[in-house]
């Protein structure tokens, strides 16, 4: 894939987390507090309820973007950079690619994606 093609398909946010919801729901998700495979979907809220405990889980818990406030955006650019390079990225490069202004979250964005 190019950046032509990338930027097609994952142009803005809303691409990118519907994108990622479809990926997540083949995989399924599991309750964290029951166990429980079936989940309601609450489009406004961006997460699951378990139709068990009814508590919530969120698109990114559970995945390697638990915990980051980067956007789904930033993430999926930031791994088609990753994987479109022979070399890859120092974390400062990704900075400077990315357009971000701290240095912390793009360091461990990267080391989550390196491992």
Same mark, same amino acid.
């Given at each position: ?6 930027s097609a398909h994952f142009g803005d946010e809303n691409a990118c987390r519907q994108h990622f919801k479809k990926e997540?729901?083949?995989?399924g998700v599991v309750c964290q507090h029951c166990g429980s495979k079936s989940h309601y979907w609450i489009k406004s ?12 889980? *969120? ?7 638990? !915990? ?6 930033? #993430?999926?650019?930031?791994?088609? @950079? ?7 990225? *120092? ?7 990315? !357009? ?6 793009? #360091?461990?964005?990267?080391?989550? @994606?390196?491992?």
């Amino acid at each position: 894939m190019n950046i032509f093609t990338f930027s097609a398909h994952f142009g803005d946010e809303n691409a990118c987390r519907q994108h990622f919801k479809k990926e997540r729901d083949k995989i399924g998700v599991v309750c964290q507090h029951c166990g429980s495979k079936s989940h309601y979907w609450i489009k406004s809220r961006w997460s699951y309820e378990c139709k068990s405990c009814r508590s919530r889980t *969120s698109l990114r818990s559970g995945t390697i973007m638990q !915990g980051s406030n980067l956007s789904f955006l930033i #993430w999926y650019r930031a791994m088609f @950079l990753m994987s479109a390079t022979k070399k890859g990225f *120092s974390a400062k490069e990704m900075q400077r690619q990315l !357009g971000l202004k701290r240095y912390e979250p793009v #360091w461990a964005l990267v080391h989550k @994606l390196r491992k």
